[in-house]
T-cell receptor
């Protein structure tokens, strides 16, 4: 089982709609959870950090964490063409400070 | 915000030469920095973990004598690709953990290395 799984294929959403991304992780002891955005040819940019169960909102982004289900999600509201990128879910395994990344989900926002 | 810089952003070199890449945390201290490599349309691959004042920890399959890492201060880590070959051409990215956070890693803009 992979440490972090992002199984959905490319996601196309119309401008103004909500984009929903999901991620599961295998290490039940994980404590820190992140979403990064990576534009083509650029490095990842941290957009959300979440550490406790529930929702965390920052602007148009909402992260949701459910440790019992080992599940992290990201919602992007009012999607804009500038949101078109690959979104990486990342988790810090227990007793470690490195990041375990999912493969990423490509999001395409259609004007 | 937490800013990480890398220098150079792009380098082209001849096969057999060595290239040094600098990674700096500009507005925070970073006890731990990481070096990644990313090939086109592939996932990030962690190469090594760099702790200030100690030897780097390399991931399996990464040659420590080829990829020399020095983390001399709380704001600077360097990666030297020794005797570079065309297969070393890649996008090298560093990241740094901001002290006082729960392992929030901030990435530098990356260095694109092309070995001819």
């Amino acid at each position: 089982q992979k440490e972090v799984e992002q199984n959905s294929g490319p996601l196309s959403v119309p401008e103004g709609a909500i984009a929903s991304l999901n991620c599961t992780y295998s290490d039940r002891g994980s404590q820190s959870f992140f979403w990064y955005r990576q534009y083509s040819g650029k490095s990842p940019e941290l957009i959300m950090s979440i550490y406790s169960n529930g929702d965390k909102e920052d602007g148009r982004f909402t992260a949701q964490l459910n440790k019992a289900s080992q599940y992290v999600s990201l919602l992007i509201r009012d999607s804009q063409p500038s949101d078109s990128a690959t979104y990486l879910c990342a988790v810090t395994p227990e007793g470690n400070n490195r990041l375990a990344f999912g493969k990423g989900n490509q999001v395409v926002v259609i004007p | 915000g937490a800013v990480v810089s890398q220098h150079p952003s792009r380098v082209i070199c001849k096969s057999g030469t060595s290239v040094k890449i600098e990674c700096r945390s500009l507005d925070f201290q970073a006890t731990t920095m990481f070096w990644y490599r990313q090939f086109p349309k592939k996932s990030l691959m962690l190469m090594a973990t760099s702790n200030e004042g100690s030897k780097a920890t390399y991931e399996q399959g990464v040659e420590k004598d080829k990829f020399l890492i020095n983390h001399a201060s709380l704001t600077l880590s360097t990666l030297t690709v020794t005797s570079a070959h065309p297969e070393d051409s890649s996008f090298y990215i560093c990241s740094a953990i901001r002290a006082g956070t729960y392992n929030e890693q901030f990435f530098g803009p990356g260095t694109r290395l092309t070995v001819l």
